[in-house]
């Protein structure tokens, strides 16, 4: 409740957020790995972090293909991700589910490594079609971090199209800087992502949708798919908007200043 209300408050003094200061996160990557296969390689984790640091600095080049009336919401956060440490846990764990388990190592995973300074981002075989899972701020400390399936990983090794350009890390980075999906998780028009900025939508964008889609009545211009915070394919998102980018960057001052 705090955040949202030091959030309003920015929002309503107009900080200039092209004059913010650059953050530089420190990020670990815990690899858990069963098989060879899944024990990628530094390579990889490379790729994963260049993907990062495009998306969260707008220099992604697929930016261009945002609808003409979107672009100048295209926001650069101006937050880089350092990848600082790597660590490699071999599992007997198949795989793993939403349930914090790739978190502990007496479950068949590994600890954070100084979570309250450091992303951490864990690396695994998730099941049930998962992508990926992010705790927002303010949950306990011991599994703060961000999940994300070694198939959806990166741009190159194990990473599987429609989810070979790393964006399921920027999404559920954007969760753990306290993004929410921008049609606000319910099945109506009656959720928010409590942005002011993002079209009010029904429900997730799947594949590559062609624009517009509209739904609750917010046409011409209709659902904002290429948002990172929406359900679409790697290649079909390319964008956060400025009052997502002044969420997270409240969050960093806030919830999350250990990491700044
Ligand atoms: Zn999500």
Sequence with gaps: M???AVTSRQRETRIDL???KLVVVKTVVNVVYNTAEQNVSANQIKSQIAALNKDYRARNADRSQTPTPWTGLI???RVQFKLVKVTRTRTTHAGFSFDDTVKKAS???IAPFQPRTHLNLWLCALTGGLLGYAQF???????DGVVINYQAFGT???AKAPYNKGRTATHEVGHYLNLRHIWGDTPDCSGSDLVADTPNSAGPNYGAPRWPVVTCNNGPNGDMFMNYMDYTDDAAMYMFTAQQVLRMRTALETARAGLI
């Design 2 to 4: 705090r955040l949202e």
């Design 18 to 20: 092209r004059k913010s």
């Design 75 to 77: 926001t650069d956060a």
């Design 107 to 109: 479950t068949g995973g």
């Design 137 to 143: 701020p303010g949950g306990p400390v011991n599994t």
């Design 156 to 158: 190159t090794g194990t």
